[in-house]
């Protein structure tokens, strides 16, 4: 099932590597422990068994996208070097690709002078983004929806910024009403627009933040961690392609490689449309930089030491899938939205289940039609285990009952939220088993409603 047959031209590039340090006197490495190392990694394989097979069709639950081969091995031969990507001293050549490989992200975006790095993920990148707005507008408050992921609340706290929560609308995007009642209160040094909610993909009504930057003058980060690729997909509804299409004119972007760009984890990417706030970077290093007039990573960036390996590999694989509208790449964040759509219209047509909203991306959450929400997130519950008995591996979510209220307005609410299923159809691959998924998705749900309707015929 995992695929091997690269690892062919993986030696002939390890080899050419190699012959690139040619006039160096010879020299063995001498390795601790080679005697033993089938031993110990054929026991690392082992225990790697013990995994949700997230690189297979069936896994359709969390964002878990496995990186394209040659991300995979552009990584591992950089790996042969182990470059840090701080200084040009740790990196040239790594350092090179990895700003290159950004101005192809930004690009992406239609920015062409800008100020960006990578970074270990969207946690740290989104850090470095809500830094430089304190540092802007020192202790006034963040702002983000309330399905805005976690960390920004938790990287507030770090920083000491002041952070509150915008309600969001029946879709799980922030409520633009709400936004402007609290932006008339005053005292906010930034929005964070979320293109592309952990829990459902759910991309915020840029325009409408855009225009109320107007009026009040706040700065504009893009949270598109997940989503911030879909700028390149061309089947997404009109309300989230009028968002993509303004993307541009937000102050920073957040994007993640390690999801939709098909590199391994951790890789993310923190992007200024002003190349001067560089400026708060500025620090003394007089052992790490002098042996370079050129900018080194390390002086645009929070972190210190972190792996040129993750540049290699990003660089690789936009050389090897151009990052455009209409080619390789973008189809298949096409075809994974698609699938999203596909197993959207039948679970519609499934009188079991209930479907709040269309997926915006290629997120899609659903429940199981039940007398009351503890009811139904019990039964989400079984289905969720029935499904991983037939290696069908969705995924939970705690979501707030009125994003169900209009599809299932006779449920009784006894709980404030609703346990339910959630399925991330990102591999491009979903696509071609929609039908499989679906049926055992269904045979699931047979299964688990029948085991609720004995447990009820049991009781007194």
Sequence with gaps: MLERDSLAVFLEAARRLDAG???????????????????????????????????????????????????RLAYALAMWINPNNHALDGGRASSAMEKEAVAELAAMFGWKNFLGHLCGGGTMANLEALWIAGQLQPGKTILASAQAHYTHSRICGVLQLPFEAVP??????????????????????????????????????????LALRERHGFRLHA?????????????????AQSAFARLAEADSIVIDPHKH?????????????????????????PYTYFTSAELHLGEISLE??????AA?????????????????????????????????????RDPRFVVPFEPQLDILVF???????SAASALSRSIFAAAARRQLHLALADLPVEFFAG?????RRDRAVLTCLRSVLMKPGHLDWVEKIAELLSAAAGEACAASRGTETQQP
């Excluded at 690729?229 to 309300?239: D, I, K, P, S, V």
């Excluded at 760009?261 to 449309?273: A, I």
């Excluded at 660089?315 to 209409?326: C, H, M, S, V, Y």
């Excluded at 199981?368 to 929400?373: E, G, M, N, R, T």
């Design 168 to 209: 969001c609308d029946a879709r799980g995007r922030m409520d633009a009403a709400a936004l402007a009642a609290r932006l008339a209160r005053g005292g906010v040094a930034a929005v964070v627009a979320t293109l592309g909610t952990t829990a459902t993909g759910a991309v915020d009504p840029l325009p409408e933040i």
């Design 312 to 348: 290699v590999a990003l660089w690789a694989t936009q050389k090897l899938l151009p990052l455009r509208k209409g080619g390789e790449f973008a189809r298949g964040l096409e075809r994974g939205r698609a699938a999203a759509l596909a197993l959207d219209q039948k679970l519609r």
């Design 261 to 285: 760009g098909l590199q391994p984890y951790g890789c993310g990417c923190v992007l200024f449309r002003d190349p001067g706030a560089g400026r708060f970077y500025r620090h003394d290093s």
């Design 304 to 309: 210190c030491s972190r792996p040129g390996a």
């Design 21 to 71: 340090f040619a006039a160096l006197p010879e020299f063995a490495p001498d390795a601790p422990g080679m005697a033993r190392l089938p031993e110990v990694l054929f026991a690392a394989a082992d225990r790697l068994r013990d995994n949700y097979p997230y690189f297979h069709p069936l896994y359709a639950g969390q964002m878990l996208k496995p990186p394209h081969p040659v991300a």
């Design 223 to 239: 949270d598109a961690a997940y989503g911030g690729y879909f700028t390149l997909a061309e089947n997404l509804g009109a309300e």
């Design 367 to 373: 429940a199981p039609l039940a007398p009351s929400v």
């Design 407 to 411: 599809q299932a307005p006779g449920m």
